[in-house]
């Protein structure tokens, strides 16, 4: 998130908790997490942590018999919990991604979705906004990585969707996923989606920078889709990756978006975000912790913050107010950033 989202009116919640998982990032940037009855194509599962996710394994084949397909993982629903900022938004964001993003045999195609959109009591016309995630594939299903705000205010706010899709077509599965920045708004019966915005982050380089390829080649870096192809795209500021591979030198961090699938102004300003100008990344999980959990130490959240202001940063936002820094107001905390940390650069 950019710079200090504006925050107005009334205050939206308490915060009180909220893992990626790896896989194959595509140059386009598709999604699911936590417990309850699966839906939209989702596989069955044990319970997991609220707003956490596991490596999902493979559907086991009937003994003694061979799969007439490759099996697809498995997945799980990503719910939010208490520690959220307005849990009913991020809940409902998140709902209309999962439901858009998997289908079983023959559920591929705009129709289908509108109808699983339906289904999900959500607005049947955003399945034509939700870009890769749709596909005329056999079968697809889908993770949440992560839901992040790229905004919060009294009556509007800005979800981030981070999500990784598998599909199957005949005999071959496809590993992707993109971020979604889902808006939605306040109404008299709650929350509703308004629009839907996939992440574009622009075909590969032929051969990223140096930084780039050490960063997407670090196992101590957890790289969604989304941002993992915004690093290969060339339009990503070299300070991004010199930040990272620093921090990685002390912590393991899980970054939820670099430059697309985030609004391209502070939410709720005119303010251009350093995100879509390739200056910024976000971290929503350090040395395997949940910014938004409330048993993730403030001593582990600040001692990152202000190791990220050292990596360069003039501007890093998180869930802890901070003082000092070596330049004027280079720490900040909001409602938006209650959920994960924000490092940007001027350059």
Not at 59 to 81: C, I, V
Not at 194 to 216: D, F, K, M, N, Y
Not at 284 to 302: Q, Y
């Amino acid at each position: 998130m950019s710079r200090r989202s504006a925050f107005t009116a009334r205050p939206v919640g308490r915060r009180a908790v909220l893992l990626g998982m790896a896989g194959t990032a595509l140059g386009a940037a598709g999604c699911s997490t936590a417990t309850g009855p699966t839906t939209g194509g989702h596989r069955g599962t044990a319970p997991a942590p609220a707003g956490s996710t596991t490596g999902p394994p493979a559907s086991p084949a009937p003994s003694g018999a061979r799969p007439a397909h490759p099996a697809l993982p498995r997945t799980k629903p990503w719910r939010p919990t208490s520690a959220e900022v307005e849990p009913a938004v991020k809940q409902r964001a998140v709902e209309l991604i999962e439901a858009l993003g998997a289908w079983t045999g023959g559920g591929g195609g705009a129709a289908a979705a509108r109808a699983r959109a339906a289904a999900a009591h959500q607005r049947p016309a955003l399945a034509a906004q939700a870009g890769p995630l749709l596909s005329s594939a056999d079968e697809a299903v889908l993770q949440v990585v992560d839901a992040q705000y790229g905004g919060i205010l009294a009556d509007s706010a800005s979800v981030l969707v981070v999500c990784r899709q598998w599909t199957r077509r005949g005999a071959t599965v496809t590993a992707g996923g993109t971020t979604v920045d889902v808006r939605l708004a306040r109404t008299g019966g709650g929350w509703v989606v308004t629009a839907l915005h996939p992440a574009r982050p622009g075909p590969p380089e032929a051969v990223p920078s140096a930084a780039a390829r050490r960063v997407l080649a670090d196992s101590r870096i957890e790289l969604p889709p989304a941002a993992a192809a915004d690093l290969r795209s060339g339009r990503v500021h070299d300070s991004v990756p010199a930040a990272m591979l620093r921090l990685a030198g002390a912590y393991r961090i899980a970054v939820s978006v670099v430059r697309s699938g985030h609004p391209l102004d502070v939410f709720g300003t005119s303010r251009p975000s350093d995100h879509p100008r390739g200056r910024a990344f976000d971290v929503w999980r350090i040395d395997g912790r949940p910014v938004v959990d409330a048993r993730t130490p403030r001593s582990l959240v600040e001692r990152f913050m202000r190791d990220a202001a050292d990596a360069g940063s003039y501007n890093v936002g998180g869930p802890v107010p901070l003082s000092g820094g070596t330049r004027p107001n280079q720490f900040f905390s909001d409602a938006t950033h209650h959920d994960h940390v924000h490092v940007g650069f001027r350059t």
